[in-house]
């Protein structure tokens, strides 16, 4: 089936750091979105895309949806402790006649470093 | 604003045990389904619904059956609980449609021993 790779698997931030995170994947999607999860509860969802070449914001967050449809990625900037947690990107392709599932990423796990 | 509620939030099963999650939504999301999450896979999609009455499999649907015959409402069946089955699940909702991203519950943390 359709699969994602996510990367890096999880990284390190200090306070103030920018971070960036990416998904590619061998097949083309018309909608991207990135998802973060906290401990103990669900994935929320961070940004959307909905267009090749779309780029959105969401406060220190951008996410860009690229060009060939087939990769996104993620960037926080100037990073804060609560943004530690996993990310997800998650890719569909709807078709108009049917909605594609979901296929979400193994996620980004972000830390604060020791 | 509720949104997706899904039930126990915890539960402990032995083999062979049948359990029933819970999940439901006040949204009136056409589309519901259901994940799996475990350490270095991502989520996984067991089961899904387009609307009551329909239901279709994912991609890990072995040993589990749901049926939707409510709008709000999906409940997850495990018949005969294997302890592959331990797992986070994730049940989540959204509008029918391009541009309806899912929303998700909290989840259930179930273990089979």
């Known amino acids: 089936g359709q699969q994602l790779n996510q990367s890096p698997q999880s990284m390190f931030i200090q306070e103030g750091e920018d971070v960036s995170m990416n998904c590619t994947s061998s097949?083309?999607?018309?909608?991207w979105l990135w998802y973060k999860q906290d401990p103990g509860e669900g994935p929320v969802l961070l940004i959307a895309?909905?267009?090749?070449?779309e780029l959105t914001s969401n406060g220190r967050l951008t996410a860009q949806f690229g060009i060939t449809r087939k990769d996104s990625f993620l960037n926080i900037s100037a990073s804060i402790p609560s943004d530690v947690g996993i990310y997800f990107c998650?890719?569909?392709?709807?078709?108009?006649?049917?909605?594609?599932?979901?296929?979400f990423g193994k996620g980004t796990k972000l830390s604060v470093k020791p | 604003n509720a949104g997706v509620t899904q039930t126990p939030k915890f539960q402990v099963l032995k083999t062979g045990q049948s359990m029933t999650l819970q999940c439901a939504q006040d949204?009136?999301?056409?589309?519901m389904s259901w994940y799996r999450q475990d350490p270095g896979m991502g989520l996984r999609l067991i089961h899904y619904?387009?609307?009551?009455?329909?239901?279709d499999q994912g991609e890990v649907p072995n040993g589990y059956n749901v049926s939707r015959s409510t709008t709000e409402d999906f409940p997850l069946r495990l018949l005969s609980a294997a302890p592959s089955q331990t797992s986070v699940y994730f049940c989540?909702?959204?509008?029918?449609?391009?541009?309806?991203?899912?929303?998700f519950g909290n989840g259930t943390r179930l273990t089979v021993t």
């Open positions: 895309l909905y267009k090749a070449g």
């Open positions: 989540a909702s959204s509008y029918w449609g391009a541009n309806s991203p899912l929303h």
């Open positions: 097949s083309i999607f018309n909608t």
């Open positions: 998650a890719g569909q392709l709807w078709d108009g006649g049917s909605q594609g599932n979901l296929i």
């Open positions: 619904s387009v609307g009551a009455g329909i239901t």
């Open positions: 949204m009136n999301h056409e589309y």
